[in-house]
């Protein structure tokens, strides 16, 4: 699992919460709160006890808080039981530069079910030539799905990287999974959810 980037000062607290399926392909999902907000969600394929274990290696001052924004922790249920939702949870981007955090203010504006491209940000934050940066940008993204970069793709539709541990397979799944009613795993064919993602951006 990556290390995680800097974190914000002050005290810190984590809860591990279970993946996305039973069985399924993200195991838990770790939250790290600073005394501002979420300043990290992972998405991992590791179990409960493994994900607790890295973070009490990476973060070893961090307080174990199971009830750490509980109703954020319903929304996640809710969301991966086809819910249409968009999260309410304070964050804290305070280690991110202003660059990075002018495109992740731009992404969270993303509606559920809704893809753009990178340049798409980029013009929407007054640099359309900066695509580039924009991408990389949001591979510095510490709260996805908060801040949906997985619905950010390609010029011509392509999916392309993804900073979770399972990387594009996992982006694949959260479109999916925003593109239709129905839970879906990880072997579900894609086609269709692609050909959904290519009549939205030829609409934009």
Known sequence: ??????????PIRYAVVPGFSKPGPHGSIALIASSVGLCHLRLTARNIKETRNWLAHECPTAQHDPELYPDFQQQLRDYVAGVKIRFDVPVDLS????????????????????????????????????????????GKNPVPLVIPCHRVIGGQGQLVGFSAEQGIALKRWLLDLEATPQKLDMKTTHQKSARRRKILIQSQ
């Open 1 to 10: 699992m990556l290390a995680l980037s800097r974190l914000p000062k002050g």
């Open 95 to 138: 280690p991110l530069t202003a660059f990075q955090r002018s495109v992740l203010a731009a992404c969270a504006t993303i509606d559920y079910g809704q893809v753009v491209r990178y340049g798409d940000l980029a013009r929407q934050i007054g640099n359309p030539l900066a695509s580039r940066a924009v991408g990389a940008a949001l």
